[in-house]
T-cell receptor, first 114, second 114 residues
Framework: AQSVTQLDSQVPVFEEAPVELRCNYSSSVSVYLFWYVQYPNQGLQLLLKYLSGSTLVKGINGFEAEFNKSQTSFHLRKPSVHISDTAEYFCAVSTTSGTYKYIFGTGTRLKVLA | ETGVTQSPTHLIKTRGQQVTLRCSSQSGHNTVSWYQQALGQGPQFIFQYYREEENGRGNFPPRFSGLQFPNYSSELNVNALELDDSALYLC?????????????FGPGTRLTVL
């Protein structure tokens, strides 16, 4: 079975400061990794995904994440945040075969302060 | 290209009642997954349909059932509603069963059970 841990339930950060949202996963098999963002009263939007290849993945809106297999982590980073980045961020994994489903973490609420 | 749509947006039911939620997948997508997102939690996988057949189910009781139609739209039915069924229900569509394929999420249906 797979599981995803997002240790930080809330992360406040000032505008234009860098931010890192942490994600750790547990799995006995290979997984694909995803970060989704959810704005208030909206569905989830894909920020980026890691399937294979380079461990540094670049996504939309200036976000990037690094896959670290030895630490089973997939942390999300942005060098300079904007007020508009205030949202809920979810890390997810899916297995690479079998039933195709996402296992989500509990989410991290990013609050960007002026 | 029309994205994933869900109806209704909001719904209020009482314990013991039955509810049907609807999802129209993105054009060309033949796979639909349903997720339950309780307040303050990440989405949890309910089940997935591929070409009208169920292709995997999460840890939900049989009173949660679904259908996928020839046009790939889908329904989620919940019988004998309980208070804990109150949540945001998300539908996601994708093309095919490759786990790395992006799932596109709808805005969700917020169900309140009184």
């Amino acid at each position: 079975a797979q599981s995803v841990t997002q240790l930080d339930s809330q992360v406040p950060v000032f505008e234009e400061a860098p931010v890192e949202l942490r994600c750790n996963y547990s799995s006995s098999v290979s997984v694909y990794l995803f970060w989704y963002v959810q704005y208030p009263n909206q569905g989830l939007q894909l920020l980026l995904k890691y399937l294979s290849g380079s461990t540094l993945v670049k996504g939309i809106n200036g976000f990037e994440a690094e896959f670290n297999k030895s630490q089973t982590s997939f942390h999300l980073r942005k060098p300079s945040v904007h007020i508009s980045d205030t949202a809920e961020y979810f890390c997810a994994v899916s297995t690479t075969s079998g039933t195709y489903k996402y296992i989500f973490g509990t989410g991290t609420r990013l609050k960007v302060l002026a | 290209e029309t994205g994933v749509t869900q109806s209704p947006t909001h719904l209020i039911k009482t314990r013991g009642q039955q509810v049907t939620l609807r999802c129209s997948s993105q054009s060309g997508h033949n796979t639909v997954s349903w997720y339950q997102q309780a307040l303050g939690q990440g989405p949890q996988f309910i089940f997935q349909y591929y070409r009208e057949e169920e292709n995997g189910r999460g840890n939900f009781p049989p009173r949660f059932s679904g259908l996928q139609f020839p046009n790939y739209s889908s329904e989620l039915n919940v019988n004998a509603l309980e208070l804990d069924d109150s949540a945001l229900y998300l539908c996601a569509s994708s093309l095919g069963l490759a786990p790395g394929n992006e799932q596109f999420f709808g805005p969700g249906t917020r169900l309140t059970v009184l």
